[in-house]
């Protein structure tokens, strides 16, 4: 059996379902479900004899204890995390808890309970740690990417406290021999995203004809990699990965948000036409969020050089299967959409101006 923390997430759920459609061996999903973790990404699988799910909290270590004697899990995959850099920004301290306290809580937990293990299962378990490449920092036009020797220069809270539990999982194997590893992902885009990150915010407000809130010139630009090459690449390092490495995960796509949204409203336009006119027109310039890195890029050369691992989606494909699924999915949209969720869009984006 494995571990997924988090699989109620966006990146957490895409890789369960990917994982039952590929593997016999079970997964339990341990996830607090806060506002972006939904029960309903993982409604196609929820009846399938080899999930399990727990409501639980990375923070409260007994329940960790009693959950790993039960199950002796052969790995842990840890996707749990606040992820919303506005959000940090507002209020870090849910950051704080969960990203940095509740990964060392976790840490711990597996620690002790590896360690009382017999030595060929000691060997063979793994701790997978996903984090992000936000924790390298920004970028200028001419820099290259990120690889996995760059230093840590986070900028906002929450890449701030993804930098802090990358060094924890580093230290708890250096210091005690927890087999880990560390991959370092791009910016994910596909099915079940919550609807407050840039791309499927664009389709849902596009399609309600609502404004389209762009953070200054737009001109930021992102290495954008499809969710289920993020969720391949995770199983590459997780079968074959070196203990103690760091994967970089990209997807060779950089786009400035800007072109995104662009993208998004030239396509909403070919499949679902608006009456009232291209939807470019609802693009909205809002005052830009502080400290705002302008630019990532991922190296991904080493996994594809070590793990043989390389993206199957272009961005073209991706954005089109992205696109495809939301028009589908018009309940689930539906159905995340609090009215909690509706009050920190107007609270984040509400003072506009027009583009």
């Keep these: 059996?494995?571990?997924?923390?988090?699989?109620?997430?966006?990146?957490?759920?895409?890789?369960v379902i990917?994982?039952?459609?590929?593997?016999?061996?079970?997964?339990?999903?341990?996830?607090?479900?806060?506002?972006?973790?939904?029960?309903?990404?993982?409604?196609?699988?929820?009846?399938?004899?080899?999930f399990e799910f727990v409501r639980g909290d990375i923070?409260?270590?007994?329940?960790?204890?009693?959950?790993?004697?039960?199950?002796?899990?052969?790995?842990?995959?840890?996707f749990a995390a606040e992820s919303h850099v506005d959000r940090s920004i507002h209020g870090p301290s849910a950051f704080i808890r969960t990203n940095i306290e509740g990964s060392f809580t976790l840490l711990e937990a597996t620690r002790v309970w590896w360690s009382a293990l017999p030595e060929t299962r000691k060997s063979s378990f793994r701790f997978l740690h996903v984090s992000t490449d936000e924790v390298y920092g920004t970028l200028s036009a001419t820099d290259p990417a990120f690889s996995e020797t760059t230093p840590y220069a986070p900028?906002?809270?929450?890449?701030?406290?993804?930098a802090a539990s990358d060094h924890l999982v580093r230290?708890?194997?250096?210091?005690?021999?927890?087999?880990?590893?560390?991959?370092?992902?791009?910016?994910?885009?596909?099915?079940?995203?919550?609807?407050?990150?840039?791309?499927?915010?664009?389709?849902?407000?596009?399609?309600?004809?609502?404004?389209?809130?762009?953070?200054?010139?737009?001109?930021?630009?992102?290495?954008?990699?499809?969710?289920?090459?993020?969720?391949?690449?995770?199983?590459?390092?997780?079968?074959?990965?070196?203990?103690?490495?760091?994967?970089?995960?990209?997807?060779?796509?950089?786009?400035?948000?800007?072109?995104?949204?662009?993208?998004?409203?030239?396509?909403?336009?070919?499949?679902?036409?608006?009456?009232?006119?291209?939807?470019?027109?609802?693009i909205t310039h809002v005052t830009d969020r502080p400290g705002h890195d302008r630019?990532?890029?991922?190296?991904?050369?080493?996994?594809?050089?070590?793990?043989?691992?390389?993206?199957?989606?272009?961005f073209a494909t991706g954005i089109r299967r992205t696109i495809d699924w939301y028009l589908g999915h018009a309940d689930w949209i539906a159905d995340v959409q609090s009215g909690a969720y509706r009050e920190w869009i107007a609270a984040q984006y509400g003072q506009g101006r027009s583009a």
């Design 1 to 15: 059996m494995i571990i997924v923390t988090g699989g109620a997430g966006f990146i957490g759920s895409n890789f």
């Design 18 to 50: 990917d994982w039952l459609a590929q593997s016999d061996e079970p997964v339990l999903v341990l996830d607090c479900l806060t506002y972006a973790g939904n029960l309903g990404n993982l409604r196609s699988i929820e009846a399938h004899p080899n």
């Design 59 to 78: 923070t409260d270590r007994p329940m960790l204890d009693a959950l790993l004697a039960r199950t002796q899990p052969r790995a842990i995959i840890h």
């Design 155 to 162: 900028n906002s809270p929450y890449a701030a406290s993804k």
């Design 171 to 282: 230290a708890w194997h250096h210091t005690y021999g927890l087999p880990v590893l560390t991959t370092n992902c791009s910016n994910n885009y596909g099915p079940f995203q919550f609807p407050e990150k840039l791309i499927p915010l664009m389709i849902v407000n596009a399609l309600a004809a609502k404004p389209l809130p762009v953070y200054g010139d737009g001109r930021q630009i992102r290495d954008w990699l499809y969710v289920g090459d993020h969720c391949s690449a995770v199983r590459a390092v997780l079968e074959r990965g070196r203990c103690g490495e760091t994967y970089n995960i990209g997807g060779h796509n950089e786009q400035a948000n800007i072109d995104i949204v662009r993208t998004v409203c030239e396509l909403l336009d070919e499949r679902r036409p608006d009456p009232a006119g291209p939807r470019a027109r609802l």
């Design 295 to 314: 630019r990532y890029a991922i190296d991904a050369r080493k996994i594809e050089r070590e793990l043989g691992w390389h993206p199957a989606e272009t």
